[in-house]
C-alpha cells in the first residue's frame, strides 16, 4: 500500500487539493449567498447586470436591465423586448470557483499563483459579462436559437477558455512546468 502512495503522491496531492480549495470556496460562496433574502438578487449579480448594461449602453444599444418584480433575477430588455434574465448562476462565480481550485492544484510560486487566479478571475468576469450582452444582442435577433447559443455555443467558449487557461498555467507556471 505504501509503495502505491509513493508511487501515486502527486496525483493525490493534486486531487486533495483540489477538492478541498473546491469545497472551501463553494461553502464560502453558499454562505454568502444565504445572507439574502430568497427573492433578492445577490451583490456579485447585481454588479454583472450593472456591468452588461454599461457595456451595451457604450455601444448605444437600447437596452434595460431591471430586478424582476416576480423573482430573484435580472431582466435584460433590448429594443424594448424581453430577451433574456440573469439569475445567480450567471455571474460566472462557479467557474471562477472550479478555475481557482484548478490553479491551486498545480500551484507555482505563491505570487505567480495569486496573481494567474486574480487575472484569470477577472478575465473571466470579463468574458462572462461579454458573453450575457452578446446573448441578449443575439436572441433579440434569433430568439428560436436559444439551446444553441445559451446551452452549446457559449458554455462551449467559457469552458474552452477556461480549459486553454489552465494547460497554460501548468505548462508556464505550475510546479510541474518545463
Known amino acids: 500500500m505504501k509503495k502505491y502512495l509513493v508511487q501515486f503522491k502527486p496525483f493525490l496531492i493534486f486531487i486533495g487539493t483540489f477538492f478541498v480549495a473546491y469545497i472551501l470556496l463553494t461553502l464560502i460562496y453558499k454562505s454568502y449567498l444565504n445572507s439574502f433574502e430568497s427573492n433578492n438578487i445577490d451583490g456579485i449579480t447585481a454588479v454583472v447586470g450593472s456591468n452588461i ?6 455601444f448605444n444599444c437600447d437596452v434595460l436591465i431591471q430586478k424582476s418584480l416576480s423573482g430573484a433575477y435580472l431582466e435584460v430588455w433590448y429594443n424594448k423586448h424581453y430577451v433574456i434574465r440573469i439569475v445567480e448562476g450567471c455571474n460566472a462565480v462557479s467557474v471562477m470557483i ?10 507555482g510560486k ?8 486574480l487575472s484569470g478571475t477577472l478575465f473571466i468576469y470579463i468574458l462572462n459579462v461579454i458573453r450575457i ?3 441578449a444582442v443575439l436572441l433579440f435577433r434569433y430568439p428560436e436559437k ?8 457559449f458554455p462551449l467558449i ?13 505548462n508556464k507556471f505550475s510546479k510541474y512546468a518545463k
Open 133 to 135: 450582452a452578446l446573448l
Open 158 to 170: 467559457i469552458y474552452g477558455l477556461v480549459f486553454a487557461l489552465w494547460v497554460f498555467w501548468v
Open 110 to 117: 505563491l505570487k505567480t499563483t495569486v496573481l494567474f487566479i
Open 53 to 58: 448594461y454599461w457595456l451595451m449602453d457604450v
Open 98 to 107: 472550479l478555475f481557482i481550485s484548478f490553479v491551486l492544484a498545480f500551484s
Open 146 to 153: 436559444v439551446h444553441l447559443l445559451h446551452g452549446v455555443l
